[in-house]
C-alpha cells in the first residue's frame, strides 16, 4: 500500500479489532435482546462486507484491474450502508431486504473475482482456469440474484423445477473446481507462458520488477 494510507490503514485494523471484541463480547456476555442483537448484527456486517472490501482493495494495486477493485470496494460499502440502515433504524422494507441480499451476493461474487485476478499467472492454463471461474462465479451469482426479486413461493417452486436449482449447483461447483485450478495450474511449467496469450498480459508488479535482476549486473560479476 501506499505510504499516505498508511493513517486510514491503521484506522481500518483499530475498528476491526473492536468490532470483532464487541460482537463476540455480545454474544458470551449472556441473553442476546434487542440491543446487543443490534450490536452484534451491526459489527458482523462491517466484518463480512469488510472482508470483500479489502480484497477488492487489494486487486486494485494492479492498474489494469483498478476498475475491477473499485467496484468490489463500492458494492461492499452500499451492502454495509444498507445492512446499517436496517439494523439501526429497523426498517424491514422488503424491497431494501432485497437490494441489501443483491448487494452482498455482488460484493461476495466481486470479491472472489478479485481474488482470482490477484495472482499474477504464469501460462495459458492458469489462464484459463481463471476464465472459466469467472464466467461460473457470474452465472451462479446471477441465478441467484433473478432469485432474489422473485417471491417466496417462486423460490420454493426451485424443489419441483430443477432446472434454475441445476444450473446453480453446476455453476457452483465449476467455480470451485476452477477457483482450485488457479493457483495449481500457475504452479505449472510450461513452454508457452501466460504473456504470450494477447487479452490476458500482465505486467509485473512494483515488487516482482525489484526482485527481477537484470542478466547484464550477473555477467558483469563472472569473471
Given at each position: 500500500?501506499?505510504?499516505?494510507?498508511?493513517?486510514l490503514?491503521?484506522?481500518?485494523?483499530v475498528?476491526?479489532?473492536?468490532?470483532?471484541?464487541?460482537?463476540?463480547?455480545?454474544?458470551?456476555?449472556?441473553?442476546?435482546?434487542?440491543?446487543?442483537?443490534?450490536?452484534?448484527?451491526?459489527?458482523?456486517?462491517?466484518?463480512?462486507?469488510?472482508?470483500?472490501?479489502?480484497?477488492?482493495?487489494?486487486?486494485t494495486?494492479?492498474?489494469?484491474?483498478?476498475?475491477?477493485?473499485?467496484?468490489?470496494?463500492?458494492?461492499?460499502?452500499?451492502?454495509?450502508?444498507?445492512?446499517?440502515?436496517?439494523v439501526?433504524?429497523?426498517?424491514?422494507?422488503?424491497?431494501?431486504?432485497?437490494?441489501?441480499?443483491?448487494?452482498?451476493?455482488?460484493?461476495?461474487?466481486?470479491?472472489?473475482?478479485?481474488?482470482?485476478?490477484?495472482?499474477?499467472?504464469?501460462?495459458?492454463?492458469?489462464?484459463?482456469?481463471?476464465?472459466?471461474?469467472?464466467?461460473?462465479?457470474?452465472?451462479?451469482?446471477?441465478?441467484?440474484?433473478?432469485?432474489?426479486?422473485e417471491?417466496?413461493?417462486?423460490?420454493?417452486?426451485?424443489?419441483?423445477?430443477?432446472?434454475t436449482?441445476?444450473?446453480?449447483?453446476?455453476?457452483?461447483?465449476?467455480?470451485?473446481?476452477?477457483?482450485?485450478?488457479?493457483?495449481?495450474?500457475?504452479?505449472?511449467?510450461?513452454?508457452?507462458?501466460?504473456?504470450?496469450?494477447?487479452?490476458?498480459?500482465?505486467?509485473?508488479?512494483?515488487?516482482?520488477?525489484?526482485?527481477?535482476?537484470?542478466?547484464?549486473?550477473?555477467?558483469?560479476?563472472?569473471?
Amino acid at each position: 500500500m501506499d505510504q499516505n494510507n498508511q493513517q486510514l490503514i491503521k484506522a481500518s485494523v483499530v475498528v476491526v479489532i473492536i468490532a470483532g471484541a464487541l460482537g463476540a463480547l455480545m454474544v458470551l456476555a449472556g441473553d442476546i435482546g434487542p440491543v446487543t442483537g443490534k450490536i452484534f448484527a451491526l459489527c458482523f456486517s462491517l466484518i463480512i462486507f469488510g472482508i470483500t472490501g479489502t480484497i477488492c482493495m487489494v486487486v486494485t494495486r494492479k492498474p489494469e484491474y483498478k476498475t475491477l477493485g473499485g467496484a468490489g470496494m463500492v458494492t461492499s460499502g452500499l451492502g454495509f450502508l444498507m445492512s446499517f440502515i436496517m439494523v439501526v433504524g429497523e426498517v424491514g422494507d422488503d424491497g431494501l431486504l432485497k437490494l441489501g441480499a443483491v448487494c452482498l451476493i455482488l460484493s461476495i461474487a466481486l470479491a472472489h473475482i478479485c481474488l482470482l485476478h490477484h495472482f499474477t499467472l504464469q501460462n495459458k492454463y492458469a489462464v484459463y482456469a481463471r476464465i472459466t471461474a469467472t464466467t461460473a462465479i457470474a452465472i451462479f451469482s446471477f441465478c441467484l440474484i433473478t432469485r432474489v426479486f422473485e417471491p417466496i413461493q417462486g423460490m420454493m417452486a426451485m424443489a419441483y423445477n430443477q432446472s434454475t436449482l441445476k444450473i446453480l449447483l453446476a455453476s457452483f461447483v465449476v467455480d470451485l473446481g476452477a477457483t482450485l485450478l488457479v493457483p495449481l495450474c500457475n504452479r505449472l511449467k510450461v513452454d508457452d507462458p501466460a504473456d504470450q496469450l494477447i487479452l490476458t498480459e500482465e505486467p509485473p508488479t512494483a515488487e516482482e520488477q525489484q526482485a527481477i535482476v537484470p542478466t547484464d549486473s550477473i555477467d558483469s560479476v563472472q569473471p
